[in-house]
């Protein structure tokens, strides 16, 4: 079966500083991946995605995400962390023809 | 704006209510989903609509009830739920690829 593991539920980062969060997957095909954005009481958007293509993916707000296959591995990065970027990051996996299967979420926190 | 609207925002339901939910999608998608976001818990797949067909139903209680009329609404009819069913409930479709989702439901059983 299809697997996402984020690895930390709680990343905190100062304003300026690197932003890291991890994700891995299984899959016995290369699959669809995700990551989406959640702030409080409101639904998921969509930061980037990788189908095909290009292993480095850009996304909004300044975000990108690169698929290694060799380590099954989907990080989401920014250069410099903004206060505004504090929010629940979900990593996502979307096997051939089913529905999406969510990681269990990363809570980033940006102190000033 | 995402495309895809869900009312009510917040519901406060007794248990021997029955109420129901609305997602609308406008992005000319052809799968629609609902999805459970607990406190504390990944996000549960519920039901699966493809071409207007279930083609997926997670093992969710009967007490919930997915419809879709049409490839742009979603419906999730509720009744005689339990306390522990409060959550954020979402609404999500897509064609290809990425889902987009709507703002959630906040439902609140009392």
């Known amino acids: 079966a299809q697997s996402v593991t984020q690895l930390g539920s709680h990343v905190s980062v100062s304003e300026g500083a690197l932003v890291l969060l991890r994700c891995n997957y299984s899959?016995?095909?290369?699959?669809?991946l995700f990551w989406y954005v959640q702030y409080p009481n409101q639904g998921l958007q969509l930061l980037l995605k990788y189908t095909t293509g290009a292993t480095l993916v850009k996304g909004i707000n300044g975000f990108e995400a690169e698929f290694k296959k060799s380590e099954t591995s989907f990080h989401l990065t920014k250069p410099s962390a903004h206060m505004s970027d504090a929010a629940e990051y979900f990593c996502?996996?979307?096997?051939?023809?089913?529905?999406?299967?969510f990681g269990k979420g990363t809570t980033l926190s940006v102190s000033s | 704006e995402t495309g895809v609207t869900q009312t009510p925002r917040h519901l406060v339901m007794g248990m021997t209510n029955k109420k129901s939910l609305k997602c609308e999608q406008h992005?000319?998608?052809?799968?629609m989903y609902w999805y459970k976001q607990s406190a504390k818990k990944p996000l549960e797949l519920m039901f699966v609509?493809?071409?207007?067909?279930?083609?997926e139903n997670n093992s969710v209680p009967s007490r919930f009830s997915p419809e879709c009329p049409n490839s742009s609404h979603l419906f999730l009819h509720l009744h005689t739920l339990q306390p522990e069913d409060s959550a954020l409930y979402l609404c999500a479709s897509s064609q290809e690829g990425a889902a987009f989702f709507g703002q959630g439901t906040r439902l609140t059983v009392v």
């Open positions: 996502a996996v979307r096997p051939a023809g089913t529905a999406l299967i």
């Open positions: 992005l000319g998608h052809n799968a």
């Open positions: 609509y493809s071409l207007e067909e279930r083609v």
């Open positions: 899959s016995s095909v290369p699959p669809y």
